[in-house]
């Protein structure tokens, strides 16, 4: 069992900048492919960017080039640093992990950081 607690929202102007944290408690942190989700008012859950166990990367063509997903294993926390932040990112924000072994696929959800930009 994982438990995921999101930190670091709020709200900030358009083309600035915010850090947001995912701490994730219990056993085996670093075997868990890590994501960040983001939801806004009537739109779909969408991926934001995803950190693998390995520490490869990738990143929703919106945010490339503005948002950097990170982990410090130690810590047992992901990060996801956004610059040069659009209002059209506004939306509540969601850390997930998620690992698969040959018999099933273990997939838990924060409770979610609301980020608003706006002027």
């Known amino acids: 069992q994982v438990q995921l607690v999101e930190s670091g929202g709020g709200l900030v102007q358009p083309g600035g900048s915010l850090r947001l944290s995912c701490a994730a408690s219990g056993s085996a942190f670093s075997i868990y492919a890590m994501d960040w989700y983001r939801q806004a008012p009537g739109k779909r859950r969408e991926l934001v960017a995803v950190i693998a166990s390995r520490g490869s990367t990738d990143y929703t063509d919106s945010v490339k080039g503005r948002f950097t997903i990170s982990r410090d294993n130690a810590k047992n926390t992901v990060y996801l640093q956004m610059n040069s932040l659009k209002p059209e990112d506004t939306a509540v924000y969601y850390c997930?992990?998620?690992?698969?072994?040959?018999?099933?696929?273990?997939?838990?959800w924060g409770q979610g950081t609301q980020v608003t930009v706006s002027s």
């Open positions: 997930h992990a998620q690992y698969s072994d040959p018999l099933k696929t273990y997939s838990y």
